[in-house]
C-alpha cells in the first residue's frame, strides 16, 4: 500500500512539473475567504449606498422610494455646501502646508549618517499616534486655562490674556492645521525621501563634473525625477483630508458656527445624528464620486514618465 | 559624534559649519515634533494643583498616579476600554494574517481565468474611502446583529486591512524563487507543507508588516467606533478619550486625559521604535506601487 501511494504521489509531481503553472483553481480556493469579505462588507455596502441614495430610509420605519429627490434636496442644501467648501479650503490648505514642512524635511534628512537616521524616527513618531488621541493631546496643549501654549505665551509676556483660538474660524482652522502638519509631516517626509533616494548618484556626479551648480542640480535633476513622489504625496495628502473627520468632530466639534463641519461629517450628522439614512447615502455617493474622480486624475498624471511632459 | 575625529578636523570649514547647521536645525523640528508627546506624558504624572499651575514644567516635584486613578472611575474604567482596544487590534490581526496570507499566495503562485479581474476589484477598493460605506454597514451590522459588537467592528476593520495586506502578501511570495518550491515538489513535498515550510519563513517580514498595519489602524480608528458601538462598555480607547474631552458639566479633567492619552498613544510609539523596519517597509511598498 505504501509503495502505490508513493507511486500516485511520483505521478502527480510529474504532471505538476510538466504544466507551466500549478493547479490553477486552487488558488481561488487560498482567495475565497477575502472574497467573501470584500463582497459582503465593502462591494454590497457600495451597491446598498447607490440603492439606499433613491430611497426615504429612516432608522425605523418604512422605506419609501424616491427617485433622485436626495440629490436634488442635495443640491439646494445650503450647509453641505458650506461644509463641501470648507473641506476643500482646508484641503488646500493643509496639503500645502503638509509639503511645505516635508520636503524641506526630507531634503534635511536624505544624509547617510546614523544622526538623520534618529531624527527620521522622531519626525515620524506623531504618525503612528491616532488622530483622536492627537486630536485630544491638543486639546489640552491650547486649551486657555492649564494649556502649555498659554502658559508659555502669557509667562513670557507676549499677549496679556490667554488665546481662545476655537472661539473664530480662522484661528480654529490654524490650529487644525498645525496640529495635522505635526501629526503627518513625517508620513509625505518618508514617502517624498523615497523619492529623493532612488535618484542615481551617478546623474548627480555626472553633473557635478559638467559644471552645474547646486541649485541647477536641483531644479534639473531632483525635482524632475521625484515628480512621481510628488504625486504620490499629493494623492495620498490630498484624499485623506478630504475625508477629514476626527479633529473636527473633537478640536473644534463644528464651531464655532458649524463653520468647521467637514464633507464627512455633513454624511456623519445625517445619518447617525438625524438617521437620515437615504440622504446620507446620497450624500455619500457624491463624496465617493469626488474623490475617485481627484485620484484618477492624479494617477493618470503621474503614469506618465518624467521625459514625457 | 558620528564622524571620525581626524576627519572631522581634517575637513574642510564650510563643511563642519554645514554639519553645526544640519544638527541645529534637526534639533528645531525635533522639538517641534517631539514635545507634545512629552508635555502630555509629562502632565499624566503631575498632582492636579502641579499641572495648573505649570503645565509646560517637563519635571514635578510631586510624582503621582493620581490622574490614571481618576481614569478608573471615567465611565466603566479605562482598563475597561484598554482592554476593548486589545481585543479588538489582537483580533483584527489574527483575522487579517489568516484572511490576506493564503490570498497573496494565491495570487503570487497560482494562475487561473479572471484572477487578474478579481485583482484589480481589490485594489481598487483602495481607492473608495470606507467613510462612503458606512451607512449601509450600520444595517448590515444591524441585520446580522453584529452592531455595538466588538466582533462586527473586527470584521469591518479586516475588511478595511484586505486590500492593502492582500498587496504586501503577493509581493512577499512573489520574491520565493520559484526553482526552490519545484525542488520541494520534486521531494514529495505536499501544497500545505510547501507553503508552510518554505514560503511563509520567507514571507515572514511581510506578515510582520500586515500585523503591525493592522494593530496601528484598528487601534486608532475613530469614526466607525463612534458610529458602530453605542454601550458605555464596549467603548475603545478613542472613544474613551473623546468623552473626557467633552467633559462633565462642562468641566474637563485635563490630567485624567493625558493620563488617557498615554495609555492611547504610548503602545503605538514602543511598538513603532521596536518593528521600525517592517512599517517603513509597508510604506515604500505602497510608494512604488
Known amino acids: ?309 | 559624534m558620528n564622524v571620525p575625529k581626524h576627519t572631522s578636523s581634517a575637513l574642510p570649514v564650510g563643511e563642519r559649519l554645514g554639519f553645526v547647521a544640519f544638527v541645529a536645525v534637526s534639533i528645531l523640528f525635533a522639538i517641534f515634533f517631539l514635545m507634545p508627546i512629552i508635555w502630555s506624558f509629562a502632565n499624566s504624572l503631575k498632582p492636579a494643583a502641579e499641572a495648573l499651575a505649570n503645565p509646560a514644567a517637563l519635571f514635578s516635584k510631586a510624582f503621582s498616579f493620581e490622574n490614571y486613578r481618576r481614569l478608573e472611575n471615567v465611565g466603566a474604567g479605562w482598563y475597561v476600554y484598554a482592554g476593548n482596544s486589545i481585543l479588538i487590534a489582537f483580533g483584527t490581526i489574527v483575522l487579517t494574517v489568516l484572511v490576506s496570507v493564503p490570498a497573496g499566495y494565491g495570487f503570487a503562485k497560482f494562475r487561473f481565468p479572471g484572477q487578474s479581474l478579481i485583482f484589480v476589484v481589490v485594489m481598487a477598493t483602495m481607492m473608495i474611502p470606507f467613510q462612503s460605506i458606512l451607512t449601509p454597514l450600520f444595517l448590515i451590522l444591524k441585520i446580522l446583529r453584529l452592531q455595538n459588537n466588538l466582533f462586527g467592528l473586527v470584521l469591518i476593520y479586516v475588511t478595511f486591512q484586505l486590500p492593502f495586506s492582500i498587496f504586501m502578501m503577493r509581493n512577499a511570495f512573489d520574491a520565493v524563487p520559484r526553482a526552490l518550491i519545484e525542488a520541494a515538489r520534486i521531494d514529495g513535498a505536499s501544497q500545505w507543507t510547501i507553503l508552510r515550510r518554505i514560503m511563509l519563513p520567507i514571507a515572514l517580514p511581510g506578515v510582520a508588516t500586515v500585523a503591525m498595519f493592522a494593530f496601528l489602524n484598528s487601534w486608532n480608528e475613530f469614526l466607525a467606533a463612534l458610529i458602530f458601538l453605542s454601550d458605555q462598555n464596549k467603548f475603545t480607547l478613542p472613544i474613551m478619550l473623546v468623552n473626557v474631552s467633552s467633559g462633565i458639566y462642562g468641566i474637563i479633567d485635563w490630567g485624567a486625559l493625558q493620563a488617557g492619552v498615554t495609555v492611547t498613544m504610548v503602545p503605538c510609539i514602543i511598538l513603532f521604535l521596536l518593528l521600525q523596519r517592517y512599517y517603513v517597509r509597508g510604506l515604500t511598498a505602497g510608494a512604488v506601487k
Open chain 1, 1 to 309: 500500500m505504501g509503495s502505490v501511494a508513493k507511486e500516485t504521489t511520483a505521478r502527480s509531481d510529474d504532471l505538476e512539473l510538466n504544466k507551466p503553472e500549478p493547479e490553477g483553481w486552487l488558488g481561488l480556493l487560498f482567495m475565497l475567504p477575502s472574497i467573501a469579505f470584500i463582497t459582503g462588507l465593502f462591494i454590497i455596502p457600495l451597491i446598498m449606498t447607490i440603492w439606499m441614495s433613491f430611497h426615504n430610509w429612516p432608522l425605523l420605519g418604512r422605506t419609501k422610494f424616491v427617485g433622485l429627490a436626495n440629490y436634488i434636496e442635495l443640491l439646494g442644501d445650503s450647509q453641505l455646501w458650506h461644509s463641501l467648501g470648507f473641506t476643500l479650503l482646508y484641503t488646500g490648505l493643509v496639503t500645502a502646508a503638509i509639503m511645505m514642512v516635508a520636503f524641506p524635511l526630507a531634503l534635511l534628512v536624505d544624509r547617510p549618517l546614523r544622526l538623520a537616521g534618529v531624527f527620521r524616527t522622531i519626525y515620524f513618531m506623531p504618525v503612528v499616534i491616532g488622530f483622536g488621541a492627537a486630536s485630544t493631546l491638543w486639546m489640552w496643549l491650547l486649551n486657555p486655562d492649564s494649556g502649555v501654549f498659554a502658559q508659555i505665551l502669557v509667562g513670557n509676556g507676549l499677549v496679556d490674556k490667554a488665546p481662545r483660538p476655537l472661539e473664530s474660524f480662522w484661528p480654529a482652522l490654524s490650529i487644525v492645521i498645525l496640529m495635522v502638519v505635526w501629526k503627518t509631516a513625517g508620513f509625505t517626509m518618508v514617502i517624498l525621501l523615497t523619492g529623493l533616494q532612488s535618484i542615481p548618484g551617478d546623474v548627480m556626479e555626472a553633473a557635478k563634473i559638467d559644471g552645474a551648480n547646486a541649485l541647477t542640480r536641483f531644479r534639473r535633476i531632483t525635482l524632475p525625477l521625484m515628480r512621481n513622489s510628488f504625486m504620490l504625496a499629493l494623492v495620498l495628502n490630498i484624499t485623506s483630508s478630504m475625508l477629514a473627520f476626527d479633529q473636527f468632530f473633537i478640536i473644534t466639534q463644528g464651531g464655532p458656527e458649524n463653520s468647521t463641519i467637514s464633507a464627512v461629517f455633513s454624511i456623519y450628522l445625517a445619518s447617525f445624528s438625524s438617521y437620515r439614512l437615504g440622504y446620507g447615502s446620497a450624500m455619500s455617493f457624491a463624496l465617493l464620486v469626488v474623490l475617485v474622480a481627484i485620484s484618477s486624475i492624479q494617477l493618470t498624471f503621474m503614469r506618465q514618465r518624467p521625459e514625457e511632459s
